[in-house]
């Protein structure tokens, strides 16, 4: 059977895509900047203005799986546009909070339906272009934007925050969650599922492994505050960590799994989920600490800090689709993903140098810019890998697993680098004059300095993992591999009891 003929209307498709990932990631960072504005003014104690961040990624890292899921079952048009107008709603909601519980809940609901929208958005991409050299270019401009999009986060939240209000930093994503949400309706293509041919949705699954993702999450962001000791944080990890054995062990007799586990035994999907994973937990520790060693060391103000961030953005999106979009058809994924994240830890080792006298131009700069262009090697053929030869109708849930090594990867980097650094800073003003600035700021770096070299071992931890598991080449195969995920029918219909002949499943997306 040949591929069908591409959609003449698939790269302003990718437009829309593009445009909802932006707002996805953008709302990460754009509400760290407006945090301590938001704080004064609705009367947040310090205590809880973690929650402002947290109740975002609790929700988000912990209904991915389901978010994806639900694609596959109802549709991605129909979750993307869902989730794009509940964004639009759960920001206005935030916009005009009035007190600090009324934006937890904005918060909250702004994560649960980014966790609906991210996988479908990657889902959508992936059925959208088929043929590997249009993938290659599509995968790096989503690459480019999902990993560029904080940095240019920390420019719009420096802009709103001090020209506006911090509720504008909310505000802001309503026109955009709308323009794209018409787009998206206008430009997808249908791909609804007949309410008679879907296939019942795994809930004692959606509880056994978004329940644990939701402990994991919490854990590892209450570690920040409490420390990894506490009894808290360690309940919360052994209880998210049972709780995803226990999800293995039922998907694997499920008849209909939240998450087929063919999806994550595949070694190059598998392989890329883990280096994702493992460099997002240095990429996110390192934008921690250098935003502060920008802005309590070196004095920059928000605005200045998210223009520094800039060259990385610039780095990311020229490694992503000038070079891994045009090399992603020709050589072997690892050799683009492994060198993305020896650069990395390059980037990692620079920063780990730092003093509280070096100069942006000699230190910061060349850190970014290694960071940048290996991350840009890493990104996109990653989240190509992610999906590449799934069914479509399994795309969100191959999606959501790439999406949630992110999220997971993040939570625990932020938190992990965090306490490493504080430690650190701790031990060293023992028996200093901690009044003095100069002495809190040399504590300060090295704490920042010793996280850095943590980072550095996670890159390189990163790049074993991506060395021996990814074996994926370019050439035909790629072709069949589509062909045959469009082709393939779920784990539990793949082949009959006693001969392994394929026989179809009920539920098959509606053209």
Request: charged fraction near 10%; charge should be positive.
């Amino acid at each position: 059977m040949s591929d069908p003929v591409p959609d003449p209307r698939r790269w302003r498709a990718l437009a829309v895509i593009a445009i909802a990932q932006l707002m996805i990631v953008l709302d990460i960072t754009i509400v760290n900047i407006a945090l301590p504005s938001a704080q004064k003014d609705l009367g947040i104690s310090t205590g809880d203005r973690q929650w402002v961040i947290t109740a975002y990624t609790l929700a988000f890292g912990g209904l991915l799986l389901l978010g994806g899921r639900l694609g596959d079952l109802f549709g991605r048009k129909r979750t993307f546009m869902t989730g794009l107008l509940g964004f639009a709603l759960a920001s206005a909601l935030g916009g005009a909070a009035v007190s600090p519980e009324m934006l937890f809940l904005a918060r909250a609901l702004q994560g649960g339906f980014g966790a609906l929208l991210a996988p479908s958005a990657l889902g959508l991409l992936s059925t959208t272009f088929t043929q590997p050299r249009e993938r290659a270019t599509a995968f790096g401009i989503f690459g480019a934007i999902a990993a560029g999009g904080s940095a240019v986060g920390f420019i719009a939240g420096g802009l709103l925050t001090e020209y506006l209000n911090w509720r504008w930093c909310l505000f802001v994503n309503v026109p955009i969650a709308l323009v794209a949400a018409l787009g998206a309706y206008r430009l997808l293509k249908r791909d609804h599922i007949a309410k008679g041919r879907r296939i019942p949705l795994d809930l004692p699954g959606v509880a056994l492994g978004c329940g644990g993702l939701l402990a994991i999450v919490y854990g590892t962001s209450e570690a920040e505050s409490r420390g990894w000791g506490n009894w808290l944080v360690l309940a919360c990890l052994c209880l998210g960590a049972a709780l995803e054995v226990c999800f293995v062990l039922f998907e694997k007799y499920s008849t209909h799994p939240l998450l087929p586990l063919h999806i994550v035994r595949d070694r190059n999907r598998g392989g890329a989920a883990l280096s994702v994973g493992l460099a997002v937990i240095g990429l996110f520790g390192m934008f921690l600490f250098l935003t502060f060693y920008l802005q309590t060391v070196k004095g920059f103000s928000p605005l200045k800090t998210g223009v520094g961030f800039l060259p990385m953005t610039a780095a990311i999106i020229f490694a992503s689709t000038g070079i891994a979009a045009r090399l992603m058809t020709r050589v072997p994924s690892r050799y683009l993903i492994v060198p993305g994240l020896l650069l990395g830890a390059s980037g990692m080792a620079w920063l780990s140098q730092m003093r509280v006298d070096s100069p942006y131009a000699a230190m910061v700069l060349p850190s970014e810019l290694l960071l940048g262009l290996g991350m840009g090697l890493v990104f996109m053929p990653s989240m190509n890998l992610a999906t590449l030869g799934v069914a479509p109708r399994e795309t969100g849930a191959a999606a959501a697993t790439i999406n949630t090594a992110q999220q997971v990867g993040g939570s625990i980097g932020t938190a992990l680098l965090n306490t490493i650094a504080a430690s650190a800073t701790t031990a060293y003003l023992v028996g200093k004059n901690v009044a003095s600035k100069a002495v809190q700021d040399a504590g300060a770096v090295h704490g920042y300095s010793v996280a850095a070299w943590v980072a550095l071992g996670i890159f390189l931890l990163a790049a074993l993992v991506a060395a021996v598991m990814v074996d994926h080449r370019p050439g035909p195969q790629d072709q069949a591999a589509e062909q045959e995920g469009r082709a393939r029918q779920p784990a539990t219909g793949t082949a009959a009891a006693a001969g392994g002949t394929p026989r179809p499943e009920p539920g098959g997306e509606a053209t």
